[in-house]
């Protein structure tokens, strides 16, 4: 039984000095519809993939549609595999990396021998499907990466137990300031799509004489042609009260679209009172988007808030540093993981060796 066990733990270092792992990222099913969350997780798993690394894309039922229709296709290269009616070849040096919002697919995997990660992307999500008194440490998921400090700081009042990392996400390149001359059109995001339909159905009953905008619900559309929709837009509108990072608001910085948005429940580290109008009442918000569109109208737009909405742009991460810190991280979980092993393997060896 030991000779057995002492040859497993030789065949996990092996691996894992190799590489021959496999990382199995979770995903939900966003049926086609364009989702900042899911494109991280593609791109972190596409990143690993060019490093050696086996990386799998998890889903749960067969008919998953994929990201094809607005990601890039070199995204769907990636090894897809379902959940439903299948038994996972996972082994103990597999990474096994489950989003917040799936506590139920963690309670599912906790038995299996691999590493177990959260990814959290939104703190609201991360006791959704758990059970009352239920936590990720008790399910075997010792670690968490999240996308900013003051995640982590509202993550682990919480979860405790858990060591945590920060990946921060990078706004992609095609996200670029437009030649021509914005129209008098109002780009719109929000978490709640009733939001979206409030605000546009309030504005044009308050202020009928403005008719003549128009409102462009820019949510569900692929990266590529949000990233050019939004270059009509002379104003961008933002509501995710609940949002952990805010890649709108980048996004539409970049392309050099002033945001008018809710200050979130927790406040993101890139936002100041001079890189867009923020307001914390999402009753008063068709006000500000007249008063803003007045002084639009009139020229009268403060030069400043362009310039701090570049500065802010500028201390972002950029795609390469993005993948520099997730190769930089993986390879310390494998790391980590091989000198688990080697230290198994030594109190294994002498145990035997004292045996005999």
Same mark, same amino acid.
């Given at each position: 039984?030991?000779?057995?066990?002492?040859?497993?733990?030789?065949?996990?270092?092996?691996?894992?000095?190799?590489?021959?792992?496999?990382?199995?990222?979770?995903?939900?099913?966003?049926?086609?519809?364009?989702?900042?969350?899911?494109?991280?997780?593609?791109?972190?798993?596409?990143?690993?993939?060019?490093?050696?690394?086996?990386?799998?894309?998890?889903?749960?039922?067969?008919?998953?549609?994929?990201?094809?229709?607005?990601?890039?296709?070199?995204?769907?290269?990636?090894?897809?595999?379902?959940?439903?009616?299948?038994?996972?070849?996972?082994?103990?040096?597999?990474?096994?990396?489950?989003?917040?919002?799936?506590?139920?697919?963690?309670?599912?995997?906790?038995?299996?021998?691999?590493?177990?990660?959260?990814?959290?992307?939104?703190?609201?999500?991360?006791?959704?499907?758990?059970?009352?008194?239920?936590?990720?440490?008790?399910?075997?998921?010792?670690?968490?990466?999240?996308?900013?400090?003051?995640?982590?700081?509202?993550?682990?009042?919480?979860?405790?137990?858990?060591?945590?990392?920060?990946?921060?996400?990078?706004?992609?390149?095609?996200?670029?300031?437009?030649? #021509?001359?914005?129209?008098?059109?109002?780009?719109?995001?929000? =978490? $709640?799509? %009733?939001?979206?339909? /409030?605000?546009?159905? @309030? &504005?044009? #009953?308050?202020?009928?004489?403005?008719?003549?905008?128009?409102? =462009? $619900?820019? %949510?569900?559309?692929? /990266?590529?042609?949000? @990233? &050019?929709?939004?270059?009509?837009?002379?104003?961008?509108?933002?509501?995710?009260?609940?949002?952990?990072?805010?890649?709108?608001?980048?996004? @539409?910085?970049?392309?050099?679209?002033?945001?008018?948005?809710?200050?979130?429940?927790?406040?993101?580290?890139?936002?100041?009172?001079?890189?867009?109008?923020?307001?914390?009442?999402?009753?008063?918000?068709?006000?500000?988007?007249?008063?803003?569109?007045?002084?639009?109208?009139?020229?009268?737009?403060?030069?400043?808030?362009?310039?701090?909405?570049?500065?802010?742009?500028?201390?972002?991460?950029?795609?390469?540093?993005?993948?520099?810190?997730?190769?930089?991280?993986?390879?310390?979980?494998?790391?980590?993981?091989?000198?688990?092993?080697?230290?198994?393997?030594?109190?294994?060896?002498?145990?035997?060796?004292?045996?005999?």
């Amino acid at each position: 039984m030991a000779d057995q066990k002492i040859e497993n733990l030789k065949n996990s270092i092996d691996k894992l000095k190799n590489k021959n792992i496999r990382i199995y990222f979770f995903v939900q099913d966003t049926k086609g519809n364009p989702k900042a969350s899911i494109f991280y997780i593609y791109h972190l798993a596409l990143t690993l993939k060019k490093q050696g690394y086996e990386s799998i894309i998890l889903h749960e039922k067969p008919d998953y549609v994929g990201v094809s229709g607005w990601l890039d296709e070199e995204y769907m290269t990636i090894t897809h595999m379902p959940i439903e009616g299948q038994n996972l070849a996972v082994t103990p040096e597999d990474l096994l990396i489950i989003p917040e919002l799936f506590g139920f697919i963690m309670n599912q995997v906790t038995k299996l021998p691999c590493g177990k990660i959260v990814l959290c992307q939104s703190y609201d999500y991360l006791l959704e499907t758990l059970q009352p008194g239920e936590s990720w440490s008790q399910l075997g998921f010792l670690k968490c990466i999240t996308t900013s400090e003051a995640q982590k700081d509202v993550i682990q009042t919480i979860m405790r137990g858990i060591s945590f990392d920060i990946l921060e996400p990078f706004i992609p390149d095609y996200f670029s300031k437009g030649l #021509l001359p914005p129209k008098p059109i109002i780009g719109i995001h929000t =978490r $709640d799509p %009733r939001d979206t339909a /409030n605000v546009i159905k @309030s &504005f044009y #009953l308050k202020f009928p004489q403005y008719r003549w905008v128009t409102f =462009r $619900d820019l %949510r569900n559309m692929s /990266n590529k042609d949000f @990233s &050019f929709a939004i270059k009509d837009c002379f104003l961008s509108v933002w509501i995710d009260e609940t949002g952990g990072y805010g890649t709108f608001p980048l996004e @539409s910085m970049k392309t050099g679209v002033p945001v008018l948005g809710v200050v979130p429940n927790v406040m993101p580290y890139w936002l100041n009172t001079e890189n867009g109008v923020w307001i914390n009442n999402k009753i008063q918000i068709t006000d500000f988007i007249a008063d803003f569109l007045q002084n639009w109208l009139e020229d009268n737009i403060k030069e400043t808030l362009y310039v701090e909405m570049d500065k802010t742009v500028q201390k972002l991460p950029t795609m390469e540093s993005f993948e520099n810190k997730a190769i930089e991280l993986f390879n310390s979980y494998v790391d980590l993981r091989l000198s688990l092993f080697e230290e198994q393997l030594e109190k294994l060896k002498e145990t035997e060796e004292y045996a005999n």
